[in-house]
């Protein structure tokens, strides 16, 4: 019999999951990573990882009849995920910590901690596919069924020992189809409102959250043009995003928007809307899924963030292993420490982080 981890976050998701891979036959245990230590009020209501919510994980693995684990991973999410993220911003870069969470924590210590244990897979609570290709002898990542939920993009650096070892469930159905199983076996959260991207920044505050973890206030120094010109005054770089127009303080004629940031003159770039459009980005650290590696240029869709629908661009292979990215039309607030995903259909090709 097949042993399977159940990462269960005490989200609908993964409990959904964690019926089931129960009803399939598999030998299975819930586990549950304790990712920080703060359980404030907004901590409660926007995080994955909460103390409600290991004890809201540990009830459905109860009413499932699974044995139930916790693991205190919290130094490793410290040291891979906040660590990078406050890292990021530092050096004026703009991080995705979901992603780092999953190439770090999920699907690297959790299913390291899994093999070691004796389990075959780990499962949780993405909508992606994976599906392992005859011909090609390679898995390969597919986005979920549902697109309003899909996840392939944060999962885009999974390797194939990794994919090999993962079991998503929710692939092939909605959200809303999860939801209704949750709420037909009595889980205590099928109505529960789906987690915040940074589970670690519940109050959205990610400029305080980083003082806070640094120590000290960045200091002020100046918006300039594109030019150099003085505009006014900032108030300290990390609080300032590509593609940011509100929040500013600026009183002008037409909006501005930030285009860049300058760390070596703490200064922070501004321009019109028409000047954070760009054709091209380099990706580094790049995972590829689908094929073993880039040999030449390739026809894919790509996009640069989450929420972005994928546009047609051609990508090719650099000296140094990364990947230069040519869209063939223009894309808005390109920003360095995203991810961008390349796609062949619904499959994923691979991605990097863009520098």
């Given at each position: 019999m097949k042993k399977a981890m159940i990462a269960m976050s005490g989200g609908v998701d993964s409990s959904v999951a964690a019926y089931i891979i129960s009803q399939q036959g598999y030998e299975t245990v819930g586990a549950t990573m304790k990712l920080h230590s703060d359980d404030t009020e907004a901590q409660k209501e926007a995080s994955c990882c909460s103390s409600e919510d290991i004890e809201i994980a540990r009830s459905v693995a109860e009413k499932l009849g699974m044995p139930f684990y916790v693991y205190n991973y919290s130094e490793d999410f410290k040291e891979s995920v906040i660590s990078r993220f406050v890292d990021a911003y530092r050096n004026a870069r703009t991080?995705?910590?979901?992603?780092?969470?999953?190439?770090?924590?999920?699907?690297?210590?959790?299913?390291?901690?899994?093999?070691?244990?004796?389990?075959?897979?780990?499962?949780?609570?993405?909508?992606?596919?994976?599906?392992?290709?005859?011909?090609?002898g390679r898995y390969i990542l597919r986005k979920a069924a549902d697109e309003t939920k899909d996840q392939s993009y944060v999962l885009y650096s999974l390797s194939q020992e990794q994919l090999s070892h993962v079991l998503f469930p929710l692939g092939s159905m909605s959200k809303d189809e999860a939801r209704k199983i949750a709420e037909e076996q009595g889980f205590i959260n099928f109505d529960k409102p789906d987690s915040q991207d940074i589970c670690f920044v519940p109050d959205g505050d990610y400029a305080k959250f980083i003082e806070d973890w640094c120590g000290f206030k960045f200091e002020n120094g100046n918006f300039v043009d594109l030019d150099g010109n003085v505009i006014a005054q900032h108030k300290g770089i990390i609080n300032y995003t590509i593609g940011q127009r509100k929040g500013l303080g600026i009183a002008a004629k037409a909006p501005y928007y930030v285009v860049g940031k300058n760390l070596e003159t703490n200064e922070v770039i501004l321009g019109s809307n028409d000047d954070l459009f760009s054709c091209t980005l380099t990706a580094t650290d790049v995972n590829f899924i689908s094929v073993e590696k880039l040999t030449g240029p390739m026809r894919v869709r790509a996009k640069v963030r989450y929420k972005q629908k994928e546009t047609d661009a051609t990508i090719f292979p650099l000296e140094n292993g990364d990947v230069s990215v040519v869209f063939d039309e223009p894309q808005r607030a390109i920003a360095s420490g995203q991810a961008v995903v390349f796609y062949d259909g619904d499959i994923v090709v691979g991605g990097g982080t863009i520098v």
């Open positions: 991080p995705n910590p979901c992603v780092d969470c999953n190439r770090y924590i999920k699907f690297d210590t959790l299913i390291r901690k899994a093999v070691e244990l004796g389990f075959d897979y780990v499962v949780t609570g993405h909508y992606a596919i994976v599906e392992y290709n005859e011909e090609t």
